[in-house]
């Protein structure tokens, strides 16, 4: 199915903020995602209604608690895209250098304690930046990100809806993405290779912010 410009703008803004921890200021703007949803073909608004309904009927100290243990404690789910293509070896460096001068190119800097390969970050430059940069830059991550996918509908995760908005969003996974998504299950991210020195300033290195 094909969406307009606006559709997937509107979708990316809506993902982004949803993919984010959710604290008081994002629980506070449910009736105005609801209402972007709302404009929505149903590929793409039907998972994120099912998500705003599940923090409509849970807990704030659920829903953070959830959260963290579901992002921040397993890496299956890492949000961190540049995880699942380079795990935390030193190649992981160069790889958010790209984003990070895919941002600047249109006129965007990050926060300090920002990793720019964040997906809540992604789908915002998408929504805001240069949204075909920012497509591209999703699809090519689409396997970790499909990996994601996954692993949280497998979990039972709610958050599986936001994934299932976004994949509805890029382009049908091809005979490559596919093997590239089997490989990734079967064999986990690349480990270091020892005894290479890193390639990028330590700012831009896995485990700096």
């Keep these: 199915m094909t969406f307009t410009d606006t559709e997937l703008v509107t979708a ?3 993902q982004s903020l949803l993919i984010g921890y959710p604290d008081r200021h994002l629980l506070e703007r449910v009736p105005l995602l609801r209402s ?11 998972p994120l209604h099912a998500f705003l309904d599940h923090l409509d009927a849970t807990p704030p100290t659920e829903l953070a608690a959830d959260y963290v243990a579901t992002f921040d404690h397993r890496k299956r789910f890492s949000p ?3 995880y699942f293509a380079y795990g935390d070896t030193r190649k992981r460096g160069m790889a958010l250098l790209r984003f990070k001068h895919a941002y600047r190119a249109a006129g965007l800097e990050l926060d300090d304690g920002e990793l720019p390969d964040h997906l809540a970050v992604v789908l915002e430059f998408a929504a805001t930046g240069d949204p075909a940069s920012g497509r591209r830059l999703l ?6 990100l499909e990996l994601m996918r996954m692993g949280l509908r497998e979990a039972g995760s709610p958050w599986v809806g936001v994934l299932d908005s976004v994949s509805a969003t890029l ?13 990734l299950a079967a064999e986990g991210p690349p480990e270091e290779e020892v005894g290479l020195a890193p390639f990028a300033p330590p700012e831009y290195m896995p485990g700096s912010h």
């Design 12 to 14: 990316w803004q809506v």
């Design 36 to 46: 972007a949803t709302a404009t929505l073909p149903p590929p793409l608004a039907q």
């Design 80 to 82: 961190y895209l540049t």
């Design 139 to 144: 699809t090519e991550h689409r396997a970790g």
């Design 171 to 183: 382009p049908p996974l091809g005979r490559h993405e596919h093997e590239a998504v089997a490989r």
